[in-house]
């Protein structure tokens, strides 16, 4: 990058008496990755007073991380009003943004996703602030229809400024790597899940009195952000023609939209209106999100993941760890998590039919469902430890804390 916009920073350990580190995060609201984001915080060996985290929106995220002591600060890089609005409030926040990392002056900036690589990143690396990336995303998947220059110039970003690399999957470390990112720069760390809330049944059964279902009646759980990649359209397809085969069972859809999507609102209600239009109104319950996501698992036989796109499904783990079966689409991240056929059945991304087959064939049979329960747990346990998660994070930040 030519020059350097910004005075240099005063370093950290002078004005704060210890180095600070920086989570920057794009969305405000709860999804998977601020989950996980919270889960790492919340076990981490790196204190909440250590910590800053700036938010490309207010709301859940902020509450969660006010609760716990952890300064926040919001930096809204996009607007959703006209073309020069959109241009003020960038180049207002690239400003914000510069002056607030020159004044805290990390030891570290850790970019929670994609759009923090873009935005903070690109600030923090003018300052030469070092960078770890969480690349939670399929960025490099999706490169192939990227223009030859914008790969390069990306590959050239992350081999110059970025420190760390850390996604979450085999899979997308590969395609860095044959990308041309430099191989050193990449640790493959995947997300955890705490074992020991997935394992009482009772929460399961608590859960199911509270919203009065059956002890016999089947459960479906759908757990994801409400947002068109989840596939939500699909998996209310399949519920309709699982309906009208005769089926009777009872679905949990949990998952809200994103404070930063366009116009929220509407697909929310595309959704309610969608159940109400396939007549599904006695079979699903729109819960909304929700924190016990360990009693959701636990209260249900199958779980669903009908994405289009899906980077990692922190939920398949999750499912696992419930010791339920996993229906998920035929995707790099679930491919991933689950072993097809041992604790998963795969089907191609929206394909509608093949997820009622796959539906029928674990509903009819209570001993298979059982029997992949049981191996999704035992390679939640082997693979997927909070602990392991954790314990990774911190050895990559805290290496970076040390130098000052």
Not at 331 to 356: C, I, K, M, Q, Y
Request: hydrophobic share 40%.
């Amino acid at each position: 990058m030519a020059g350097k916009p910004y005075p240099q920073p005063m370093n950290a350990t002078a004005r704060f008496g210890m180095p600070r580190i920086v989570y920057c995060s794009w969305f405000g609201d709860l999804g998977g990755g601020e989950r996980r984001m919270l889960d790492h915080i919340q076990r981490s060996r790196i204190s909440p007073e250590r910590l800053i985290a700036l938010l490309g929106a207010a709301g859940d995220l902020k509450q969660k991380l006010d609760d716990l002591g952890v300064q926040t600060e919001v930096l809204r890089w996009k607007s959703e009003r006209n073309w020069i609005a959109k241009q003020w409030q960038w180049y207002k926040t690239k400003a914000r943004c510069g002056w607030f990392l020159i004044r805290s002056r990390p030891a570290v900036l850790l970019c929670n996703t994609w759009h923090d690589l873009e935005t903070t990143g690109r600030v923090a690396a003018q300052l030469d602030i070092p960078i770890i990336w969480r690349a939670r995303a399929d960025t490099f998947v999706r490169t192939d229809s990227w223009p030859p220059a914008k790969l390069q110039e990306l590959v050239s970003f992350l081999n110059r400024y970025v420190a760390r690399i850390l996604p979450t999957t085999q899979y997308e470390a590969r395609n860095m790597m044959q990308s041309g990112v430099i191989d050193s720069k990449i640790r493959v760390i995947h997300n955890g899940v705490d074992l020991d809330r997935y394992r009482d049944e009772s929460n399961g059964k608590r859960l199911r009195e509270e919203l009065r279902i059956a002890e016999e009646t089947p459960v479906i759980a759908f757990v994801a952000r409400m947002v068109p990649q989840k596939g939500y359209e699909v998996f209310l397809e399949a519920l309709t023609k699982l309906k009208q085969s005769g089926y009777s069972f009872r679905a949990l859809l949990v998952g809200d939209t994103t404070l930063l999507e366009s116009q929220p609102d509407h697909y929310r209600a595309k959704i309610h209106r969608l159940v109400h239009e396939y007549d599904l109104d006695h079979y699903v319950m729109l819960l909304g999100a929700r924190e016990d996501v360990n009693s959701i698992m636990k209260a249900s036989d199958v779980f669903v993941l009908s994405s289009l796109i899906e980077p990692f499904g922190t939920t398949v783990i999750e499912a696992m760890a419930a010791s339920r079966p996993v229906i998920a689409s035929d995707l790099p991240g679930p491919r991933e998590s689950a072993v097809e056929n041992d604790t998963a059945l795969f089907f191609p991304p929206g394909d509608v039919d093949a997820l009622v087959h796959n539906l029928k064939r674990l509903l009819d049979d209570r001993v298979l469902r059982r029997e992949m329960g049981v191996r999704g747990r035992q390679r939640a346990e082997a693979l997927f430890a909070m602990d392991k998660y954790v314990h990774a994070l911190d050895e990559e930040i805290l290496s970076f804390a040390s130098r000052i």
